[in-house]
């Protein structure tokens, strides 16, 4: 049974930075695309940025280029966001999700965490 669990979210003011964390049971995280994804309130889940390890991949959203990290830790089997620069418009449910094959797309993405509350104060 695959089960993702995200950490690390929290509050912030804009320029600030947090580190979100995913931690996977029964799968391998650098073995297929896992992405983070997130969704504000009253709008659709978007995503953020994906990393797919063994084709060499790693794609962000043009909102958060420069300002975001995805990584793994193949070691810790762990998955990780590391968010600089925040803004307000960060502001959302931060889903850890992987797919069980190298497509990214949101629709691709059969395991799905929780979440992980951030919130970024002007």
């Known amino acids: 049974q695959v089960q993702l669990l995200e950490s690390g979210g929290g509050s912030v003011q804009a320029g600030g930075s947090l580190r979100l964390s995913c931690a996977a049971s029964?799968?391998?995280?650098?073995?297929?695309?896992m992405g983070w994804f997130r969704q504000a309130p009253g709008k659709e889940r978007e995503r953020v940025a994906d990393?797919?390890?063994?084709?060499?991949?790693?794609d962000y959203a043009d909102s958060v280029k420069g300002r975001f990290t995805i990584s793994q830790d193949n070691a810790k089997n762990t998955m990780t966001l590391q968010m600089n620069s925040l803004k307000p418009e960060d502001t959302a449910m931060y889903y850890c999700?992987?797919?069980?094959?190298?497509?990214?797309?949101?629709?691709?993405?059969?395991?799905w965490g929780k979440g992980t509350l951030v919130t970024i104060s002007q």
């Open positions: 029964g799968y391998t995280v650098s073995s297929n695309c």
């Open positions: 999700a992987a797919s069980p094959n190298w497509r990214c797309d949101i629709n691709d993405m059969v395991y």
């Open positions: 990393i797919a390890t063994p084709f060499g991949r790693a």
